[in-house]
């Protein structure tokens, strides 16, 4: 006698496949996996995904938008207003930062190596954006004594900083610690921070 088989019910099965998505992306990449293979890795059909995402781009956009919640949530927490000083606030985002990227390296990856795009999506671009407002914010705070004449925009410093952070992070936060430089990437990006800015005057030389 044959059985009929029952429909599958997942109790959350966008997430499932964005959990599942994750442990692919850090393992191989953003190109290293298919959707049919998302889906077994979350336990469902081949079919399944399709029910909430029309691609795997559009799967690693929600994983990049969800990535850039966690992220500006970091952020914000680690500036806390600027608080107790301009400099120590900075510092403490870099170190966030930093600390994203190894805890959260299928997100990062999906953030920024990925190749996903802003435009279009406008909830992606909205969480983008907020994190990108907190270290504008630790500029502009930073910055805020300079005369103005020679203080520069402050979208320009934060992207300076951030494209810092994301080269410590490529170059020396990935892999074994200290395998490709004596020094630790906390004390790389602090160092390379410090020097930035005594450049433009805000760190007395």
Known sequence: MSQTRKPYHHGNLRQALVEATLKLITERGPQGFTLAE?????????????RHFKGRNEL???????GYILFGD???????????????ALSKVGRAYLAFAKRYPGHYIAMFESGVSLAGNSALALAAERASSVMTSAAETLMA?????DRP?????????WAMSHGVVELFARGTPGGRAPFSPEDLLE??????LRGLGIIPK
Not at 74 to 88: D, F
Not at 145 to 149: S, W
Not at 153 to 161: D, G, L, R
Not at 191 to 196: A, E, N, P, R, V
């Open 60 to 66: 690693i956009a929600e994983i990049a938008r969800q």
């Open 153 to 161: 925009p402050a979208v320009m410093v934060s992207h300076h900083i």
């Open 145 to 149: 004594d300079l005369p103005a004449k």
């Open 74 to 88: 970091l952020l914000e927490h680690a500036y806390n207003g600027g608080k107790p000083t301009p400099i120590s």
């Open 191 to 196: 160092s390379g921070t410090g020097i930035y």
């Open 38 to 50: 998302a889906a077994r890795q979350a336990g469902v059909s081949a079919a399944a995904p399709y």
